[in-house]
């Protein structure tokens, strides 16, 4: 195949180097820097480089912002040959999938909605690796209308790349799941950093630590917008932790230790049965491709 990637940052750039490494397919590159697109030339991560619209491309795949993708699809979809696979990486899905399948549909494109869940602390094409999706989940959000050829070749395409494992989920529960798993976590470890103690933390610190500020370091023009597209969802389960965490701060003020020990088993015994589900699930992959 011949496949256009537009947007040259640390998923798309991660995607062009993880196609060339695992096969044969011809990658372009599409980005607004042409320092990036040089060095990609140079590095072996793309063949070259082109446009949405130029119309040569068996595969296009969106690595960009969602509220980027769709307007550059609405604007380029006249251009784009009927038969070609339209593929978006974005973060969140909701209204788009249905939307741009709609779209696309119509103009004969065939559109599939993924998400590959791989980052690192780093963004931009200079962080991109080319196993950064090794082992990885991808969701893929397939409504009414979703070309199953398509589906099929882009799920293909992931396993060569080397993703461990391919989830199907609507838009909507996508994006209800992105707000616990991720935009949570997010505004959890922003707001933890900002406390006095930070600054002499360093020597007092272990990997529970590491584990809580890792994201801290995230693009704030990037996910300001990402938690406002998914606002909703992300409001449910922030709310639900205040609600936890104020459980918690309650026994404090109260000096309640048989309240704490019970919130404190209650989230171990949560922990311990998805765990342990995990495991089952492990055990039963592990026999299905023995």
Not at 2 to 31: E, F, N, P, Q, W
């Amino acid at each position: 195949m011949r496949i256009l990637v537009v947007g040259m940052g640390l998923i798309g750039g991660s995607i062009c180097k993880s196609i060339k490494a695992a096969t044969s397919h011809a990658v372009y590159g599409c980005d607004v820097q042409q320092a990036v697109l040089d060095d990609a030339i140079a590095d072996g991560a793309i063949d070259g480089t082109g446009t949405i619209t130029d119309g040569t491309y068996d595969m296009i795949v969106l690595c960009l912002h969602q509220r980027i993708a769709i307007q550059m699809v609405q604007e380029a979809l006249p251009k784009i040959p009927a038969g070609t696979i339209l593929v978006d990486t974005c973060g969140l899905k909701g209204r788009m999938v249905r939307d741009l399948t709609y779209r696309c549909r119509k103009a004969g494109v065939r559109y599939v909605g993924t998400h590959p869940m791989a980052g690192r602390e780093k963004n931009g094409y200079y962080a991109s690796i080319p196993n950064l999706f090794q082992n990885a989940n991808l969701i893929v959000t397939p409504v009414d209308g979703t070309d199953e050829a398509a589906l099929d070749t882009v799920k293909e395409l992931a396993d060569q790349m080397g993703f461990g494992k391919i989830v199907t989920a609507t838009p909507m529960w996508h994006d209800n799941m992105i707000a616990y798993t991720s935009q949570l976590a997010h505004v959890v470890s922003s707001s933890y950093v900002k406390d006095f103690c930070m600054d002499d933390a360093l020597s007092f610190s272990g990997g529970s630590f590491q584990d809580m500020t890792r994201v801290a370091t995230m693009d704030e023009s990037m996910w300001a917008a990402l938690f406002l597209d998914n606002r909703d969802n992300l409001l449910y389960h922030l709310d639900l932790l205040i609600e936890n965490l104020t459980d918690y701060r309650d026994a404090l003020k109260q000096r309640d230790e048989e309240r704490l020990q019970y919130l404190i088993a209650e989230g171990r015994q949560i922990q311990e049965e998805n765990v342990r589900k995990r495991q089952e699930q492990n055990e039963l992959q592990k026999g299905e491709t023995a």
